[in-house]
């Protein structure tokens, strides 16, 4: 609940560009961290090529033509982004590695795990800000209501189906390539829906993510 948090005002404070970035980068902490744990995880000199060209085809494709000046006491917001986004990550591999590997795993004790985790944020959410709600007097509007119901429901089957995800492919091979195809998804919908424009730069970046895919899945 905090990283989306954190999210939402770097994006309004250091910018969207350099708040993905740092979202998307923190892909190197459950990385390194997999192969410090798991004996069965190795970086190979491929998966280490791979893990690089994803970094820079994600600096590659939000990259902007025009400069962006950002003051350096909000470059602390994309920072904790990283470092939030990059233990969440690791904590749900540690988990799926710790608790549910070897087991007699079945959907339902999948979905309670996924569902625990909401539930919670669901709850801390109320506690951190009804107060400051009633106390501002602001009105709920609806529209937020549904549309946090939406992505609410959304995000659950996606974190519910990368929590399954993680028991069959290694940290070093499921990190990048979950990222990557997150922000290679994301382009193309804003090029065919939504009519945006991307630089040379940014369709470099965009071949060099799709290219980082096939090296990691044949790897």
């Known amino acids: 609940m905090v990283s ?24 190197v902490i459950p990385v390194l961290v997999g192969a410090y744990l798991y004996k069965y995880e190795h970086l190979t000199s491929i998966k280490i090529i791979g893990l690089i060209l994803a970094l820079l085809s994600f600096y590659l494709i939000f990259k902007k033509e025009k400069k962006e000046k950002i003051a350096l006491n909000l470059i602390i917001l994309p920072l904790l982004i990283f470092i939030f986004s990059g233990i969440n990550d690791s904590l749900m591999k540690y988990i799926r590695e710790t608790y549910f590997r070897g087991t007699a795993i079945t959907l339902n004790s999948e979905i309670l795990f996924v569902g625990t985790l909401f539930a919670f944020s669901f709850v801390t959410g109320i506690l951190l800000f009804a107060p400051v709600t009633l106390i501002k007097k602001e009105k709920i509007e609806w529209k937020s209501l549904w549309a946090g119901i939406i992505l609410g429901i959304v995000n659950f089957f996606s974190a519910l189906t990368m929590f399954k995800a993680m028991g069959y492919f290694e940290s070093s091979v499921y990190f990048p390539i979950f990222n990557v195809g997150i922000v290679s998804l994301s382009a193309l919908i804003g090029i065919t829906f939504f009519k945006e424009k991307l630089s040379r730069t940014n369709l470099i970046g965009l071949g060099l993510a799709m290219t980082t895919i096939l090296i990691l899945a044949l790897s």
């Open 4 to 27: 989306f948090l954190l999210f939402a005002i770097s994006s309004q404070k250091a910018g969207i560009a350099i708040t993905a970035v740092a979202s998307k980068m923190s892909v």
